[in-house]
Each structure stands twice: as structure tokens, then as C-alpha cells.
């Protein structure tokens, strides 16, 4: 995987509306825009790194790629979920990333419980290598810092560090 640490940035768009309501483990969705332009070397898994709204505070998260095959979806598809509770909902909001270590390859469960069973415990994995001095650094990086009214989109442009 070259393109770890992987920088993206796009709008929070509606998903399939299960992580709140089914999981309880909110996520937020990037458009099939974004998912398109991510590097083919970044495989179907689950991933740790750090993510933002805005201009807002930069958080812990863990992020799906893939297509989530406890329920079958058949487009790819990119859900962060933001360790951190928000108040209010997000869509329409730029959501930057980086992408920075690889948890696990995505798998089927046998139940939802075993399904968010799994994702607790890619929380907790995610928690802990954020937690290492060589991953504490990308969290002060500014690409998290969007210029006043930019709000690029995720393109090949920003996994090279886009400012606008």
C-alpha cells in the first residue's frame, strides 16, 4: 500500500443509513466521486487514521473500504466513522482524512452482533496505534486546516496534499 499516509477530502453525502440506526456506530459517507478516485493499491479493509469536519477539531476514526459484504452491497463504498460524538449530523460538510495503517481485510459475519462486535474492536485497535508517536504527528498536519471558503474535492490532486 505506497499511498499510505493516504489525504483525501470530499462532501458528506447520505449512506445507507444503517450505522446510526442498525449498528449504532455513526459513519460518514463520501460521494461515488471520491471513492472512484482512491489509488487501486488501497485494497477492501478496514483502516485507521484521523479525520475532520470543516475546520473543526481533528479526531481518531476507522474507516471502511469496500462493500460490506454482511450486506451484500454491490457498489464500493467509503464510511468513516468519526471516534468522537457529534451533536448534530454533518452532510453537506467537507470531511478531510488521512489514511495512515491497515486493520484487517473485510470479511462476512454471522450475525449483526458478531458484525459490530468486530467494528468495536477496530475501534479499539485504532485507538492504540493512533495513540503512537510516529501516527500523534499526522494529526497536526495541515492539510486539516482547509483555507477560508475552500472546499476541494477529493481528486488525484488531494492524496498529494491539495490546499484548495
Not at 462532501?11 to 459517507?29: D, H, M, Q, W, Y
Not at 475532520?52 to 481533528?58: R, T
Not at 451533536?87 to 473485510?106: C, T
Not at 492504540?128 to 488525484?156: A, I, S, V, W, Y
Request: aromatic share 10%; glycine share 8%.
Amino acid at each position: 500500500m505506497r499511498h499510505l499516509p493516504y489525504f483525501c477530502r470530499g462532501e458528506v453525502v447520505k449512506g445507507f443509513g444503517r450505522g446510526s440506526k442498525e449498528l449504532g456506530i455513526p459513519t460518514a459517507n463520501f460521494s461515488e466521486q471520491v471513492v472512484e478516485s482512491f489509488p487501486s493499491d488501497i485494497s477492501t479493509g478496514i483502516y485507521y487514521g484521523w479525520a475532520c469536519v470543516g475546520n473543526g477539531d481533528v479526531h481518531k476514526m476507522v474507516l471502511s473500504v469496500g462493500r460490506n459484504p454482511f450486506y451484500k452491497n454491490i457498489k464500493k463504498s467509503v464510511e468513516t466513522h468519526i471516534i468522537h460524538a457529534f451533536k448534530d449530523d454533518f452532510y453537506g460538510e467537507i470531511l478531510s482524512i488521512v489514511i495512515i495503517g491497515y486493520i484487517r481485510p473485510e470479511k462476512n459475519f454471522s450475525s449483526l452482533e458478531a458484525l459490530i462486535l468486530a467494528i468495536q474492536e477496530d475501534i479499539e485497535e485504532a485507538k492504540r496505534q493512533l495513540d503512537l508517536p510516529e501516527h500523534l504527528k499526522l494529526k497536526e498536519d495541515n492539510f486539516f486546516h482547509l483555507p477560508e471558503g475552500k472546499t476541494c474535492q477529493c481528486n488525484d490532486a488531494c492524496s498529494h496534499r491539495c490546499r484548495g
